[in-house]
């Protein structure tokens, strides 16, 4: 009986300390990210929008983490649109957005479907009815992803990654041979090339993660006075009571004479601030050191 009593109990200081390590992992603000549509280089055609839907995937995937803020942004698909849209007014500026105005993502994740094939085989006797048919079958499906993580600010290329799924189904099947994957992704999910797809998503979104690890979260001050400042993010982007983070002044932006890309800007560290207010949409945080911060300062983890 005592040993049953030692194990509960390093068993629940077991649980206890899991608990708080995974806490402390969580404990980090959200990167913002955008996906775009990908590009369908595998030569699969069909009624079903590839492009489309593996971004779809993607962006569910990626907050399913619970690590990222994912804008809902179905048009970008390039980072020069993302870096454009800074520049042109769409992307918020003011005291207030504007209805219509669009966040800015800190990283945007572009993709390509380079193979996305389902084999079947070995299908048995089976009745066939206008389309529909009963029988058995034997089905192998695989595919496989480009995917390449940007820093929307410089254009910089963080890692590019190639990712793969595999799938294997056999047995009794009752299937519809015009359905094109039911025209939904809930539907298309429930196949082999489903689940190969899914796969693929899964492993490049656990590399995607493991790579922003080392890319320091960044927002913004927008307001400040001599003794705190307001952050642009809150509690729906990861802040919490307690955080630190470092100010900088930003200076003019460096571009490129040659390609008229933004290669960034020098930055200058100018004070620390601490979070002692979080809402639901942004902060505020007391000045720690430093001073004279004003509306547009950076604000970095270390």
């Given at each position: 009986?005592?040993?049953?009593?030692?194990?509960?109990?390093?068993?629940?200081?077991?649980?206890?300390?899991?608990?708080?390590?995974?806490?402390?992992?969580?404990?980090?603000?959200?990167?913002?990210?955008?996906v775009?549509?990908?590009?369908?280089?595998?030569?699969?055609?069909?009624?079903?929008?590839?492009?489309?839907?593996?971004?779809?995937?993607?962006?569910?995937?990626?907050?399913?983490?619970?690590?990222?803020?994912?804008l809902?942004?179905?048009d970008?698909?390039?980072?020069?649109?993302?870096?454009?849209?800074?520049?042109?007014?769409?992307?918020?500026?003011?005291?207030?957005?504007?209805?219509?105005?669009?966040?800015?993502?800190?990283?945007?994740?572009?993709?390509?479907?380079?193979?996305?094939?389902?084999?079947?085989?070995?299908?048995?006797?089976?009745?066939?009815?206008?389309?529909?048919?009963?029988?058995?079958?034997?089905e192998?499906?695989?595919?496989?992803?480009?995917?390449?993580?940007y820093d929307?600010?410089?254009?910089?290329?963080?890692?590019?990654?190639?990712?793969?799924?595999?799938?294997?189904?056999g047995?009794?099947?009752?299937?519809?041979?015009?359905?094109?994957?039911?025209?939904?992704?809930?539907?298309?999910?429930?196949?082999?090339?489903?689940?190969?797809?899914?796969?693929?998503?899964?492993?490049a979104?656990?590399?995607?993660?493991?790579?922003?690890?080392?890319?320091?979260?960044?927002?913004?001050?927008?307001?400040?006075?001599?003794?705190?400042?307001y952050?642009?993010?809150?509690?729906?982007?990861?802040?919490?009571?307690?955080?630190?983070?470092?100010?900088?002044?930003?200076?003019?932006?460096?571009?490129?004479?040659?390609?008229?890309?933004?290669?960034?800007?020098?930055?200058?560290?100018?004070?620390?601030?601490?979070?002692?207010?979080?809402?639901e949409?942004?902060?505020?945080?007391?000045?720690?050191?430093?001073?004279?911060?004003?509306?547009?300062?950076?604000?970095?983890?270390?």
């Amino acid at each position: 009986m005592r040993k049953l009593v030692v194990v509960s109990v390093v068993g629940c200081l077991l649980a206890l300390g899991l608990g708080i390590f995974t806490a402390e992992i969580f404990a980090a603000p959200k990167k913002t990210i955008a996906v775009s549509e990908f590009e369908n280089k595998s030569g699969w055609s069909g009624g079903w929008k590839i492009g489309w839907r593996m971004q779809e995937m993607m962006a569910t995937s990626l907050i399913d983490t619970g690590r990222f803020t994912v804008l809902e942004r179905q048009d970008l698909s390039s980072v020069m649109a993302e870096q454009d849209l800074g520049a042109s007014g769409r992307a918020a500026s003011g005291s207030a957005a504007a209805v219509g105005q669009l966040a800015r993502a800190q990283i945007l994740i572009s993709g390509a479907v380079t193979e996305f094939e389902e084999k079947k085989g070995g299908e048995g006797a089976g009745i066939g009815f206008k389309g529909f048919r009963i029988g058995g079958s034997h089905e192998q499906a695989h595919v496989a992803i480009n995917v390449r993580i940007y820093d929307t600010t410089t254009g910089e290329v963080l890692d590019s990654l190639r990712v793969a799924g595999s799938a294997d189904a056999g047995g009794l099947k009752i299937g519809y041979s015009n359905s094109d994957f039911g025209g939904d992704l809930g539907g298309f999910r429930k196949t082999p090339l489903g689940e190969a797809t899914q796969e693929a998503i899964d492993e490049a979104v656990q590399k995607i993660a493991s790579r922003l690890k080392n890319v320091p979260w960044q927002g913004k001050i927008i307001k400040a006075s001599p003794s705190q400042v307001y952050i642009n993010s809150g509690s729906e982007g990861g802040i919490s009571d307690g955080m630190e983070f470092d100010v900088y002044r930003q200076g003019e932006a460096l571009i490129d004479p040659d390609t008229g890309l933004n290669l960034g800007a020098e930055t200058e560290k100018i004070g620390r601030v601490k979070v002692n207010d979080v809402k639901e949409k942004f902060a505020i945080a007391e000045v720690v050191s430093g001073s004279d911060m004003e509306r547009g300062d950076l604000v970095k983890t270390d």
